[in-house]
């Protein structure tokens, strides 16, 4: 409320005075209005009326008092402020004060009055109330305006809304440090660096990643980031001609060295940053510790190609390795071998030693394979001991034949465990591309067959498949297809062959002895088709048609009034691991009507010492049962004592090997002396078979043999002719 008093009537002085606009601001006592109108004439007065009213924001004059009492305000006022000019001049119904912000106002007059002190204009930015009642931003521009004395006579200046100005660079602020935040904060790592690769920006995470207390550190620690950072020199080269080529990578894989020196795997996405004349200014993007990913799907990969025992390809990584190798055998015109090795009798020493030693064993054998491979070929186990090899880029057959003869040789040196030294062998079976087979199914299952053929010609040694060995196989398929239609066709049929009591040379039992005939001309013997049988797994029903025709053959014999005899029906292997097999024969001798006791179930010396604990439990039933039980082909194989004196068998049945030559050679006649002598300790009969000759008759009468089998009592033959045998004895000793 200084000097500055106001005209009752402005409006009127205006149009008297003549100051221009410039000098109203500058020059004390002249009021804006007054100096348009004393100035120009009525066309400046008009055109400086417009450009007041039309101009963005509001011109005013203003007492230096309290109220900031408005002496003059332009046209912009309504717009402004929403108030009539003629509501805001001397603070008629409201004061420019009181619509300033009341958190603004002491500022406001701070400013304004430093500007004043200082005698210099003044900017300052606060918020007005608006008459809609909405809080706007404005921006004053002012100074003020002074007599000769330099007192202070009035304000004068404009104010205008940046109310929206304010929005958007509040809302840019807030961006700004939005992203400020995720760049602080990010899990990931965000650089920015040099097209020749120096750090520009880092973020914290980007620190930690590289094991740096800071971005800071980290821009210190890799000065030289090309050869400091990534393990493999030539990746950044390869990261910038990707960047190059597609403006930005995405997943770029790479092994860095962290400030510690480890070692760990990073992703990085990042793009190219240009200038306007398409110049690379920077890279920028960001990164991710990927080491527990890759750790992750190693470790799944090896789980999914790799044999866990070994550590050899598996099965599946084979397949792909033979598909990749008959490629580029055809490509480079080269063979390939495709070599199964089959540890021999491993079997016997995963029983006899333990799961842990075999294991050991296979191991042992896997790095021996191995050791003999050149780098680039596949060893692979398939399992058990099944062992596949592929050779690749060879041409010469014996050149193959060299490097397994060399493998076989290492394989059988001593292998040495605390149990002791031991010695193994393995059977090898080669399939040559192209010569064997063009498909990988082909030469794996030739080669399969190379190996059977290996085991069968003796074990230890290599066999090359041939075009033989394609006729076996062919050969043995058409059996295994005839087999299979067999039962059905009706094609079976038993011979009985008698069993003679030597003391009264009484007919005292009789085997049942399978044929198979195929035709008229044609029958196959039971040793080429009962292992067959057993492998695809139709040993079961035939077996169980042998039971069931046996006993009901035997039941009509003794119902037609023959003799009462024991039929002995052969089990092989495979149909007594069956865990049905007491069951089938409890059902056949119901069926039947036969009495249990006139059946006997032969099991062959190796099927039942093969897993001898877990048969005692069986062979225990079926004595229960009320059946007997021998031991056939008795000496083949090996026997434990302890079992045989635990099983409740009835017979030892001498195989027909060591009953050949018991009069001629001294070796078979004490083995023979010798089961006779067991059989009699255990308190079991003993039975020779395939007794051909008097002399081997005449041994086995010395030697205290109780029962006998063999031509000289009667070859097998069909029932018919079985019972007339019976009849005519039945009528020559009656
Ligand atoms: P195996 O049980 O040892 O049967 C004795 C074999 O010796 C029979 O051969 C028989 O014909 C033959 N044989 C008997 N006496 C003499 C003789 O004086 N001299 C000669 N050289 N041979 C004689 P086969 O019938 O060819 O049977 C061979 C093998 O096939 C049998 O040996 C048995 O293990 C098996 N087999 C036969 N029938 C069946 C069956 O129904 N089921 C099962 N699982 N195996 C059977
Ligand atoms: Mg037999
Ligand atoms: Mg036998």
């Known amino acids: 409320m200084n000097a500055f008093v106001p005209s ?30 004393a100035q120009t004439n009525d066309e400046t007065a008009r055109m400086l009326r417009t450009l007041l009213g039309n101009l963005d924001g509001m011109v005013y ?12 305000v332009s046209e912009g006022c309504r717009r402004l402020t929403g108030y009539d000019p003629e509501d805001l001049l001397f603070n008629r119904r ?82 700004e440090r939005r992203y400020y935040n995720l760049f602080e904060n990010a899990l990931e790592g965000i650089f920015r660096t040099t097209p020749s690769g120096q750090f520009l920006d880092a973020n914290p995470a980007l620190a930690r990643i590289f094991g740096c207390d800071s971005p800071l550190d980290l821009m210190r620690t890799y000065t030289d980031p090309e050869k400091q950072l990534y393990v493999d020199p030539g990746r950044r080269a ?19 060295r962290k400030k510690n020196g480890e070692i760990i795997w990073i992703s990085e996405n990042a793009r190219a940053v240009y200038d306007e004349d398409g110049r690379v200014v920077c890279f920028e993007g960001t990164v991710e510790d990927v080491t527990e990913r890759k750790l992750y799907q190693a470790r799944i990969e090896q789980q999914a190609n790799y044999d866990t025992l070994t550590g050899l390809a598996n099965r599946s990584l084979l397949n792909e390795r033979l598909q990749e190798a008959i490629a580029n055998a055809e490509k480079d015109g080269t063979r390939l071998a495709v070599v199964f090795v089959d540890l021999d009798r491993f079997k016997f020493i995963n029983d006899s030693l333990g799961h842990h030693v075999g294991d050991e064993l296979l191991r042992a054998i896997a790095a021996r394979l191995k050791a003999n491979m050149r780098e680039g070929d596949t060893v692979a186990r398939l399992g058990g001991d099944e062992f596949v090899l592929l050779i690749t880029g060879e041409r010469d057959p014996d050149a193959i034949a060299a490097v397994l003869e060399r493998m076989l040789k290492d394989i059988s040196q001593p292998w040495s465990i605390p149990q002791g030294d031991f010695t193994f062998t393995c059977s090898m079976g080669v399939a040559l591309y192209p010569d064997d087979g063009q498909t990988a199914e082909t030469l794996l299952k030739h080669a399969d067959s190379a190996m059977y053929r290996a085991k069968e010609t003796g074990r230890n040694n290599i066999q090359f498949f041939t075009a033989q060995l394609n006729e076996a196989i062919t050969e043995r398929l058409e059996l295994e297809n005839n087999l299979r239609r067999a039962l059905e066709r009706q094609q079976f049929e038993l011979n009985y062959q008698p069993r003679i009591d030597l003391r009264t040379g009484a007919v005292i039992g009789a085997e049942a002895l399978i044929r198979w005939r195929l035709s008229d001309e044609q029958t196959v013997e039971p040793s080429r088709f009962i292992p067959v049988a057993e492998e695809v797994g139709l040993i ?31 089990v092989s292997a495979r149909q007594f691991r069956h865990d049905d097999l007491v069951h089938t024969i409890a059902q056949a001798l119901d069926r039947t009507k036969l009495a249990p006791c006139y059946l006997e179930i032969e099991l062959t010396e190796s099927a039942v010492m093969h897993d001898a604990e877990r048969f005692v439990a069986m062979l ?5 049962l009320g059946v007997q039980i021998a031991i056939d082909d008795f000496g083949t194989g090996y026997s434990s004592l302890s079992y045989l004196k635990r099983f409740p068998v009835d017979r030892l049945k001498v195989d027909r090997s ?8 001294a070796d078979d006649a004490t083995i023979v002396r010798t089961i006779i002598a067991l059989g009699h300790n255990l308190g079991l009969k003993v039975v020779a078979e395939g007794v051909e000759t008097a002399e081997q008759l005449a041994f086995l009468r010395e030697n205290g043999c109780d029962e006998l089998q063999g031509y000289l009592f009667g070859a097998p033959v069909p029932a018919e002719e079985f019972a007339r045998l019976l009849r005519s004895r039945q009528s020559s000793s009656g």
């Open 620 to 624: 225990n039933e079926l004595n229960d």
């Open 658 to 665: 060591f009953v050949q030559d018991i009069a001629t050679d």
């Open 94 to 175: 409201v004061s420019y004060q009181a619509i300033i912000h009341p958190e603004d106002r002491p500022r406001v007059q701070e400013e304004v009055r430093a500007g004043l002190r200082n005698s210099q204009r003044f900017d300052c930015e606060y918020r007005i109330l608006h008459a809609s009642g909405d809080w706007r931003w404005v921006w004053e521009r002012g100074t003020g305006v002074f007599d000769s004395e330099g007192r202070l006579l009035a304000i004068e200046g404009i104010v205008q809304d940046v109310t929206a100005r304010k929005r958007s660079l509040n809302a840019l602020r807030e961006a």
């Open 8 to 37: 009752k009537n402005t409006k009127k002085k205006e149009g008297r005075r003549k100051t221009s606009t410039k000098r109203a601001i500058n020059e004390p006592s002249t009021s804006i209005a007054a100096s348009i109108a």
């Open 540 to 570: 079961a029903p035939i077996g169980k048609w042998v039971l069931e025709t046996a006993c009901a053959q035997n039941k009509a014999w003794q119902d037609a009034g023959l003799p009462p005899l024991v039929v002995s029906v052969n």
């Open 61 to 72: 004059r203003c007492r230096d008092d309290a109220h900031w009492t408005m002496e003059f």
């Open 238 to 256: 390869q990261f910038i001609e990707l960047v190059n080529r597609h403006g930005s990578v995405s997943g770029f894989e790479s092994q860095v």
